[in-house]
């Protein structure tokens, strides 16, 4: 069931996800909402108008979901109750295509081809169906019949939901066509009425196939996944459904096949192409202990994994339900959109009176002059239809965020998106943005007659014993110049200093200069080589004497230089580099890199005071981290950005957005995708805008025609969501 607990203000409260079946404009959203929002114990609604979906906070000692499904039903919309399992809980579940609605357009343009034909013929030219000619005015009893046969198959959608909105002391668009439909029959514009009701009828049913595709392409994340998956049991292997699977049992992947859930390798070795969830072009190398995550494609080889969690609560699900609560994140675009809305409906109507009565009154009245502004004032009430423009900002900021989901970027929000689109100053942390955040050995430095194999085999050796990251990097260098690391025996580890044993009966250590020192070894050299190199140096030891020294530094991405370049082509004014590291570590990564400024051994609050003195200089700043110790600056800045997420809940939960791979090439595509998006909203609600004045100033001129004037509006509405969705073919390069 969807109730669930709500949070201390709603405490008392019961929650419950309607699904609206005509829940795909902010019209719908209007009607719901001064239908439902003040009614007692009614606390809180949710919209999710991509979804079809009303998330309803109710007191449940007054309401019940029976009685809130009447109510919905009270104001001309179907609803029925969202029963989540955990496989779907956050899929977006695209409502069905009114069939009944199709049927009937398809129906009313029959009888009205019909009627057009029988028309012509008995007036003798087309040009009567637009009131040319002889027979303009003459129309035999059987057109008109199938006319209104034509008007009643697409009316009988419209006109209830009007009849409501009366009673409501409402305007909204089913109003307005059905007075517009009215008053061309009051005319005998016969043709023209039921060219209104064909055409606007055609409208919602393209526009919610349109809406349709983009729910769709949210769907399609949560598809990823296998539904079945190959379990381990006592008797063999199994497929079991995914939902069925339980925490730490084992399952089988073949090669091509998607990981089913997220857990643990156990046995096996193979190239996993993340790029489901991380955007990532290359496949990463999993082996036992390595971590797989549910919507991954397996490589070439087989792999066993222990499953951690279940199927409701793998990272692709958990992505998929922040993408849902993003949706319902306004962008002040789309509020924007909405409150011009709220007001430009009825100020149409008052100025479509207007029409109909000021000029025949300066003009003197006669039943021509009448006629003829009754009917521009009809033709403003088609226009009048604001769903073109109320759909233009929701679209474009769904297909933006999926686009971005796909690419392995989670934003949180139309908010966010709009936000990092007008960014101009980016701060950077060092460890694990710019740099891969694990040490690298860069040089094997040698003391008396050691060579490099030697010092690196007793090196490798020693450090097979330990598990810091030192010591992998120090074995993985070993393995790349293929030194076999020595035997010791008696290993011991040095608590926060190193490591010793024992070789062929002489004692060796491996570990900091202050094990160096304890050890009585001249450190002169040592502190020479980290205060000229930046380097954490590792030094290797017999009794006093120093053996080898090992020079250890976090190594820069590849593509660091490139991204803060492209950062400064996109025109972000200002890129610094804030760090907590030495001095001569920040300064050798920001000269390579490139950035404007940059600061190092620097607490967490000194990079708050980074973040709010760039605001002052350029009011939108960017906090790019790794989500943990960057935490305070990410929540400081306008839009925090976490890098490296996909491993981390702290930060999928607590950035504003989320690189969920390691790429930092990812945040000027980020900035890029967010400008298109906020460009494609500003050109929707131009062309919108557009076609509504051309029109106004065609009726006030005395250029009218209603079946035009809802063709413009129809094409507009398709137009500015075919423009929306190109959106989801963004590519990353």
């Known amino acids: 069931m969807t109730h669930y607990p709500q949070d201390d203000s709603l405490s008392k409260f019961s929650t419950v996800s309607l699904q609206v079946a005509e829940l795909d404009c902010a019209e719908e959203v209007r009607v719901l909402k001064d239908g439902l929002a003040k009614k007692p114990g009614i606390e809180k609604l949710d919209f999710d108008v991509m979804r079809g979906r009303m998330d309803v906070h109710y007191d449940d000692q007054q309401w019940n979901v029976h009685r809130l499904l009447e109510a919905v039903s009270s104001l001309g919309m179907t609803a029925h109750e969202v029963i989540e399992t955990p496989q779907s809980e956050s899929a977006a579940e695209p409502v069905r295509h009114n069939n009944d609605r199709e049927r009937a357009l398809i129906r009313s343009g029959a009888f009205l081809l019909v009627a057009v034909v029988i028309q012509v013929w008995e007036s003798g030219g087309i040009g009567a169906l637009f009131g ?15 006319y209104l046969i034509s008007i009643s198959f697409g009316i009988r959608w419209i006109f209830p939901k009007a009849v409501k909105a009366v009673l409501r002391f409402s305007a909204d668009m089913n109003l307005l066509m059905t007075v517009a439909v009215t008053g061309a029959i009051i005319l005998g514009e016969f043709f023209e009425a039921a060219m209104v009701t064909l055409l606007f009828t055609l409208s919602e049913v393209l526009e919610q196939r349109s809406v349709t595709k983009a729910r769709r392409s949210i769907q399609s994340l949560m598809s990823l996944a296998p539904d079945l998956a190959r379990v381990k049991t006592e008797t063999g292997i199994e497929e079991v459904a995914t939902d069925e699977i339980e925490n730490g049992q084992i399952c089988l992947v073949r090669p091509g096949e998607r990981i089913p859930l997220d857990g643990t390798v156990v046995q096996g070795l193979s190239a996993i192409d993340q790029a489901p969830i991380t955007g990532e072009s290359v496949p ?43 949706y319902q994140r306004r962008a002040p675009s789309e509020q924007w959109v909405d409150q011009f809305a709220r007001y430009y409906t009825p100020t149409m109507m008052l100025l479509a009176v207007a029409v109909m009565v000021i000029p025949p009154t300066i003009v003197g009245w006669s039943a021509e002059s009448a006629t003829d502004w009754f009917y521009n004032g009809l033709v403003l009430l088609v226009i009048a239809c604001p769903c073109a423009l109320v759909i233009s900002t929701p679209v474009s900021i769904v297909s933006g965020l999926t686009a971005a989901a796909r690419h392995g970027v989670l934003v949180k929000g139309g908010l966010s998106l709009e936000t990092v689109a007008k960014v101009k100053a980016v701060v950077l942390d060092k460890t694990g943005t710019l740099t891969t955040g694990m040490p690298t050995v860069t040089t094997v430095q040698c003391f008396g007659d050691q060579t490099n194999d030697q010092a690196l085999a007793m090196a490798a050796g020693l450090q097979n014993h330990s598990t810091h990251p030192i010591a992998k990097a120090i074995v993985h260098y070993a393995n790349q110049d293929e030194v076999a690391p020595a035997e010791f025996a008696h290993v011991e580890e040095i608590p926060g200093r190193g490591i010793s044993g024992q070789i062929d009966g002489q004692r060796i250590w491996l570990g900091s200069t202050r094990l160096a020192a304890e050890q009585g070894a001249d450190i002169s050299e040592l502190e020479g080589i980290a205060a000229k190199t930046g380097a954490n140096v590792v030094a290797l030891g017999q009794d006093n004497q120093l053996l080898a020294a090992f020079q250890l530094q976090d190594e820069l991405r590849d593509t660091a230089g490139r991204a803060v370049e492209s950062l400064h082509r996109l025109g972000v004014a200002q890129v610094e580099l804030i760090s907590g590291d030495r001095t001569s570590v920040v300064k050798d990564v920001a000269e390579k890199v490139g950035v404007d400024a940059w600061k190092a051994e620097q607490l967490p609050e000194d990079k708050i005071e980074a973040v709010l003195r760039l605001r002052n200089e350029h009011q939108l700043v960017a906090m790019v981290g790794d989500g943990i110790n960057d935490g305070p600056a990410l929540a400081a800045a306008d839009v925090g950005i976490a890098m490296g997420a996909m491993g981390s809940d702290t930060a999928i939960e607590t950035a504003d957005i989320a690189l969920m791979s390691d790429e930092i090439e990812k945040l000027p595509w980020l900035i890029a995708h967010g400008r298109r998006t906020l460009s494609l909203i500003r050109q929707n609600i131009f062309a919108a805008l557009a076609i509504k004045v051309i029109f106004i100033i065609l009726t006030m001129i005395g250029y009218p025609n209603l079946w035009l004037a809802i063709l413009a509006d129809t094409g507009v509405s398709l137009a500015v969501i075919a423009n929306s969705l190109r959106l989801l073919r963004t590519k990353t390069s």
Do not use: C, M, W
């Open 284 to 326: 990463v190398e999993k082996e036992p202990g390595d971590t797989v995550y549910a919507g991954t494609i397996n490589g070439s080889g087989s792999i066993e994994f222990r499953v951690a969690g279940t199927s409701g609560s793998t990272l692709l699900n958990r992505i998929v339900r922040l993408i849902d609560q993003a």
């Open 132 to 146: 040319h000619g002889e027979g303009a005015h003459t129309i035999s009893v059987l057109a008109i019949l199938l």
